[in-house]
């Protein structure tokens, strides 16, 4: 502790000095396109739709790949979630001897910002030159509205119809078309099939909470010197908290004891960026229940979100060190939505994909961000159900199911709505970005589907070695999975399935603890409604501060099943019917007859997959 409070001093020290000088007032951030001749012709070899990172990684690889390109979007600049929504840092993604994990096109972003954290107008001034840099790239942006065009038999997509600034309607022909938005809007409207947020676990109407970042300004080189000092002493006391020249992060402890004036407004740990103007990016304040796709609940939620900030920032002069003297300068302009639609695609990327680390033949990108589901209301805040090693994603990720001549990137590609928590993040969806370009131009040069190439050995092979020679390092491996030689490993599997177990950034469960009755009751009752088993009256179950034992667990299931049986009885009916399997009943046994957290997870395993079984009308055997 000792030793990082040193490294803090001098790098903080260092920052002073270059910016103890008067500061300029904020600037608000330009909305500057790149210098590009406008688009102009009806027909191009690649169309990118949507110019966040992701897309503005596919556009670059085509254009480099040989195709003549089009990027497009609604938005009046380049960059989206960064430009836009003021996301100013990146989730980044390592390799386990610490390399950066996705290169490329990524790479060259990364290292023109310098770093994970950076000044918005720096970023937008380096995906401008990006794309001024590519002669083969044209770029159409600040457009009303933009659909998809379908053949005759509604089977591909063959262009896009745009409706300008003007309300010109233009047809524009791809021979490929790229859906880089942020919720896979053009692949929606052709067709292509869906999950919404949560869904796919069982979770309807519920919603990961969206962000409204903000600026502060009035913080000088000293209050940042402070704040340092501050969150030092909170990472001593074990809190993941810590400071550089551009970034701070931490202070869940103070937050936590905000109260907003809203059930639907919320905050969290503090996540700080530093602007060149010296003013404060802060992305911290949570607005649930908001359905991404609602148009008019985001613009409830931006309302929502904005008349709370003035309190937001009272309460952080009053309790945050070196924020005394803050002041509320903007917002950001679009919401920061994490989660929305998830397609289905050839291949579906898996929780277990992610925790797993698993590779693939057709792996064309990589993640290792750890599994982190943010909060969807003021009672869950959100956890981190595991942390890979390093995982690949499929090609098969990226192609659509039921439409060809088409492909999705970014954070609603085809992966479940748990391995999104950690496929969502921006050096997976450039990565993705630059493999879609590619497969793009293999296609057409090779006169093949794109869901053809993702069967094709052959094809497979020369498009990761394209991809290797235009920067990415796409190589085999394999990695130890977590807890997999557990008995109860498959037990854990099928609960952590449904978001209900958390193995936090250590990937610790905690197999062989106790359970405690109410843990086992809440898993119960969420398992039985997310698996669909729910019956018309759910028995309400207490705790009777004993250790959970197999008598206890037996009673709860036949409750659920509309049975009335003592503890015993209902132990005696499942043995009955062989509910129980072996490795459950020693287990119990090795325990002194107390049930641990694998073999809880096993039977809750055995309860929804026996379920027509025991839902069944044979008669009761208490003998």
Request: with cysteine; glycine share 8%.
């Amino acid at each position: 502790m000792k030793r990082y409070l040193i490294v803090l001093l001098i790098m903080l020290l260092g920052f002073g000095m270059f910016y103890l000088t008067d500061r300029p007032e904020p600037k608000f951030f330009a909305a500057k396109p790149p210098e590009k001749p406008p688009a102009a012709l009806s027909e191009y070899d690649l169309i990118v739709v949507g110019s966040d990172p992701e897309g503005i990684a596919a556009a670059v690889s085509g254009a480099r790949n040989g195709l003549n390109t089009l990027l497009v979007d609604t938005r009046p600049v380049l960059g989206g979630l960064m430009t836009r929504g003021w996301l100013n840092s990146i989730d980044m993604n390592y390799a386990p001897n610490g390399d950066i994990l996705n290169k490329g096109i990524f790479l060259e972003f990364y290292k023109q910002v310098e770093g994970d954290s950076f000044d918005v107008n720096t970023a937008l001034n380096v995906f401008n030159r990006m794309v001024e840099n590519e002669d083969n790239l044209s770029v159409l942006l600040d457009v009303k509205e933009i659909k998809p065009v379908m053949n005759a038999g509604k089977t591909a997509v063959t262009g896009i119809k745009v409706v300008e600034k003007d309300n010109t309607v233009r047809k524009i022909d791809g021979r490929v078309v790229i859906d880089a938005t942020q919720d896979a809007d053009i692949a929606a409207a052709a067709g292509v099939p869906y999950s919404i947020a949560l869904s796919d676990m069982g979770y309807t109407d519920r919603y990961v909470a969206v962000t409204l970042v903000f600026q502060l300004k009035g913080v000088s080189a000293l209050d940042w010197l402070k704040m340092g000092f501050s969150l030092a002493s909170n990472r001593a006391s074990g809190e993941r908290a810590g400071i550089n020249m551009v970034s701070a992060w931490g202070f869940g402890d103070i937050m936590a004891e905000y109260r907003s004036s809203s059930e639907q407004v919320g905050i969290r740990g503090l996540n700080i960026g530093r602007q060149k103007d010296g003013t404060l990016l802060v992305n911290a304040l949570h607005v649930y229940g908001i359905n991404p796709l609602d148009e008019q609940q985001l613009q409830e939620a931006r309302r929502v979100a904005e008349g709370e900030l003035p309190r937001v920032v009272q309460f952080l002069r009053q309790n945050i060190p070196g924020l005394e003297h803050a002041q509320l300068a903007a917002a950001a302009p679009e919401l920061y939505v994490r989660e929305s639609r998830h397609i289905y695609g050839e291949y579906r990327l898996t929780v277990d994909d992610v925790l797993e680390n698993r590779d693939f033949a057709d792996g064309i990108a990589f993640g290792s961000y750890p599994i982190d589901i943010q909060a969807v209301s003021r009672e869950f805040k959100g956890a981190v159900v595991g942390v890979p090693k390093q995982y690949a994603i499929p090609l098969r990720c990226l192609v659509p199911q039921k439409v060809d001549g088409l492909l999705v990137v970014g954070r609603s590609a085809s992966f479940d709505s748990l391995a999104h928590g950690s496929a969502r993040v921006i050096p997976v969806g450039m990565a993705t970005g630059q493999a879609a370009g590619a497969a793009a131009a293999l296609s057409l040069e090779k006169n093949t589907s794109l869901r053809d190439m993702c069967y094709n050995r052959e094809l497979i092979t020369q498009l990761r070695e394209r991809l290797n020679r235009q920067g990415m390092e796409i190589k085999p491996f394999s990695y130890p999975v977590p807890e997999a030689g557990h008995w109860a490993y498959e037990g854990l599997k099928f609960v952590r399935r449904y978001g209900l177990v958390f193995g936090g950034y250590s990937n610790r469960y905690n197999l062989d603890e106790e359970m405690p009755e109410q843990n086992f009751i809440n898993l119960l009752s969420w398992i039985t409604r997310l698996a669909g088993r729910d019956s018309a009256e759910k028995p309400v179950l207490y705790t009777e501060g004993n250790a959970l034992t197999i008598e206890d667990v037996s009673y709860m299931i036949t409750q659920y099943q509309g049975k009335q049986l003592t503890k015993k009885e209902a132990y005696r009916y499942l043995r009955g019917l062989n509910f129980f399997d072996r490795q459950v009943l020693k287990n119990v046994e090795n325990h002194g007859g107390k049930i641990t957290r694998g073999a809880a997870y096993m039977i809750l395993k055995h309860y929804i997959e026996a379920g027509e079984v025991l839902s069944g009308d044979s008669k009761t055997n208490c003998s």
